[in-house]
């Protein structure tokens, strides 16, 4: 796990009514623990894996500027750094990151890489009447820390490691562009939103990685770039007793390692091409309230064995391209009834929640697995693990 001490401040300065300003500054010390693990096979009874110290900064400034009744702005510029500390035995690979061929001790404290760089943002909103604009924003972002996974699905496995020698800070430059109109003096809300985002330093995985419990876990790692655009929809009614909003993204995000699909783009694992949320709430009186929502996205895209081979007695998976395939779509119902007593002049108030998720107990797969099937040894059968189908609950909150 990661354990972060932050120390930030923010200000702002009005040096007039057309301008906002503000800037701050904020540092974060990262400890990475991994975890360890114990077993009674020989010459693996104990592995451990070093924990690892890193010191992350930052320092902006960002001017919320009115140009003039029609025209405004958001600008500003952030300067970000990454510092690797010991204590930690630092390794470095051959070229092909195969072979750990020297180590390298520092001590506590001691910086052994720094990283760092620019993020500009720029964003430009236009009135063209009172109920519509139009918005362009730019912007570059850098991620230092960063999540290992190789399965199908999250997991309490997931490893958190951070930027090192060998693993680059991601970068991520995003233009994005939008149009807003509202109606009914502002009680319908809708906007639809296009954009498109570079990204460099991609991370994936060599075939048939190992990543848990792995102490050079960067010989498993390929990197490359990536590229995800889309377009977001979406319709929101903010007042009145009825409430909610439908919102719909169709993207893609793919991959691109020289090493992986022939060095052609592949969609990365959590790429999903529909994705639609329907959020909707009743007040029925003072006291109750009803709301509903439901959830509907592409599968993920997952690698799956395209066959099988025998070899040296042993049945042996073989694999085409990467992520070349995908999960069972995910879709739910969730709903929920709010009872609230409203106690004027009491400090003491409370609430009862009573909701269903997954209304009509659809089994949206987790993970996919592949086995020998039982009745024919010479074929092979996929297996579903589904984690929740119906689950009812009641909820008291109170406050005082």
Do not use: C
């Amino acid at each position: 796990g990661i354990q972060d001490y932050i120390l930030k401040a923010d200000m702002q300065l009005f040096p007039n009514v057309l301008n906002n300003i503000k800037f701050g500054i904020s540092t974060t010390f990262h400890r990475f623990s991994p975890p360890s693990f114990t077993s009674n096979i020989p010459g693996y009874e104990e592995i451990t894996i070093q924990k690892r110290y890193a010191l992350e900064s930052g320092i902006y400034i960002l001017n919320e500027h009115t140009i003039s009744d029609k025209l405004s702005a958001n600008y500003g510029l952030r300067y970000s750094m990454f510092n690797l500390m010991g204590p930690v035995d630092d390794y470095a690979l051959d070229e092909e990151r195969e072979n750990v061929t020297d180590t390298n001790t520092y001590k506590a404290g001691n910086i052994f890489k720094t990283y760092g760089g620019l993020e500009p943002r720029l964003a430009v909103t236009y009135l063209l009447n009172e109920k519509s604009s139009a918005k362009i924003s730019y912007n570059r972002t850098r991620q230092y820390i960063h999540l290992l996974s190789n399965t199908g699905s999250s997991s309490p496995t997931d490893l958190w490691i951070p930027s090192s020698v060998i693993v680059k800070p991601q970068i991520g430059d995003q233009v994005a562009m939008g149009y807003f109109r509202n109606f009914k003096a502002n009680m319908f809300e809708t906007s639809i939103e296009v954009y498109y985002k570079y990204l460099q330093n991609q991370i994936d995985y060599k075939p048939g990685a190992n990543i848990q419990f792995n102490e050079t876990i960067e010989t498993e790692l390929l990197f490359g770039t990536g590229e995800s655009y889309g377009l977001e929809l979406l319709a929101k009614k903010s007042r009145g007793r009825f409430t909610g909003w439908v919102a719909y993204t169709l993207s893609k995000t793919t991959k691109k390692v020289k090493e992986l699909n022939k060095g052609e783009s592949y969609p990365v694992r959590h790429d999903r091409t529909h994705d639609i949320s329907i959020v909707s709430s009743y007040t029925l009186g003072p006291k109750w309230k009803i709301a509903a929502v439901w959830v509907y996205s592409t599968g993920n895209a997952v690698t799956f064995p395209a066959g099988k081979y025998e070899y040296g007695g042993q049945v042996v998976s073989y694999y085409t391209e990467r992520n070349g395939y995908r999960m069972p779509d995910y879709h739910r119902l969730d709903i929920s009834a709010t009872f609230e007593r409203n106690r004027k002049g009491k400090n003491f108030q409370s609430s009862w929640n009573f909701s269903i998720y997954n209304v009509y107990a659809r089994q949206n797969a987790y993970s996919i697995r592949f086995r020998q099937s039982e009745d024919d040894p010479n074929r092979t059968e996929a297996v579903q693990l589904s984690l929740f189908t119906i689950v009812p609950s009641v909820t008291w909150n109170f406050k005082f």
